[in-house]
């Protein structure tokens, strides 16, 4: 008796003219019909792997990394200087097209963010140069600056202390190093409410003081200035 094969199974054409169609792989440029284009890896029809995204619109660039169709991974995004050549925006983490992780974000030539970033936003630590010359460098929740950070000036003199809402919240220290002391108290929205003024490497600053601040005469001035600073943190939300 003869031995039959099974016939072969075999897909709807329409199935494998679809898969045909697809793109996946490396692929020369793809153009949008609003101008965009993006030349690089794709995978089921999505941008993903290596690939670099150019929009008309904006004149800004992408090349980096791509996950089933969005920016993830590390990448640069750039935009047209206006001369025919083009300036950094922003260099590190993504994570669907949004910056995440570690990266630096260029905001002019003299101002710029180097650090940590969650869902588009700084979040974590990080440093930011100001375009007075003006240093922060600390934490940071939902893009401004929140925990414990250092801000110095440009004079050298810095605030080492806590932070909310982008601003000075809570306990912390301003050092004048140009004079030659230090306060320490409580800030509320960037104002000292309360603290002690003391004198703090005088003899080696630069403009000192003309008299060094004289010694507090009251009974238990920590106990004053505790009740005073135990006022001004308790938040009222």
């Known amino acids: 008796m003869p031995f039959l094969h099974p016939p072969k199974t075999r897909e709807p054409l329409w199935k494998e003219w679809d898969y045909l169609a697809q793109k996946k792989g490396?692929?020369?440029?793809?153009?949008?019909?609003?101008?965009?284009?993006?030349?690089?890896?794709?995978?089921?029809?999505?941008?993903?792997?290596?690939?670099?995204?150019?929009?008309?619109?904006?004149?800004?660039?992408y090349?980096?990394?791509?996950?089933?169709?969005?920016?993830?991974?590390?990448?640069?995004?750039?935009?047209?200087?206006?001369?025919?050549?083009?300036?950094?925006?922003?260099?590190g983490g993504w994570k669907n097209d949004l910056r995440h992780g570690y990266g630096t974000e260029f905001y002019s030539d003299d101002k710029f963010y180097e650090g940590e970033w969650?869902?588009?936003?700084?979040?974590?630590?990080?440093r930011m140069y100001y375009e007075d010359g003006t240093i922060y460098e600390g934490e940071w929740y939902d893009d401004k600056r929140s925990g414990q950070g250092m801000l110095r000036l440009t004079n050298?003199?810095?605030?080492?202390?806590?932070?909310?809402?982008?601003?000075?919240?809570?306990?912390?220290?301003?050092?004048?190093?140009?004079?030659?002391?230090?306060?320490?108290?409580?800030?509320?929205d960037d104002v000292p409410k309360c603290g002690v003024m003391k004198d703090f490497g005088r003899e080696n600053a630069p403009e000192p003081t003309q008299y060094p601040i004289p010694e507090i005469k009251l009974a238990d001035p920590e106990a004053v200035i505790a009740d005073s600073e135990d006022q001004f943190m308790q938040d009222p939300e």
């Open 26 to 61: 490396i692929h020369a440029t793809i153009y949008s019909v609003n101008g965009d284009e993006y030349t690089g890896e794709w995978l089921n029809n999505k941008r993903h792997g290596k690939g670099t995204y150019k929009w008309k619109e904006t004149n800004k660039v």
């Open 63 to 91: 090349d980096g990394d791509w996950k089933k169709g969005k920016r993830s991974g590390f990448g640069t995004l750039t935009h047209s200087d206006g001369k025919g050549g083009f300036t950094k925006e922003y260099s």
């Open 118 to 126: 969650y869902a588009g936003k700084r979040s974590g630590w990080g």
């Open 156 to 188: 050298e003199n810095r605030y080492e202390g806590s932070w909310k809402d982008d601003k000075k919240n809570g306990v912390g220290k301003f050092y004048y190093l140009d004079t030659g002391q230090v306060f320490e108290g409580v800030w509320k």
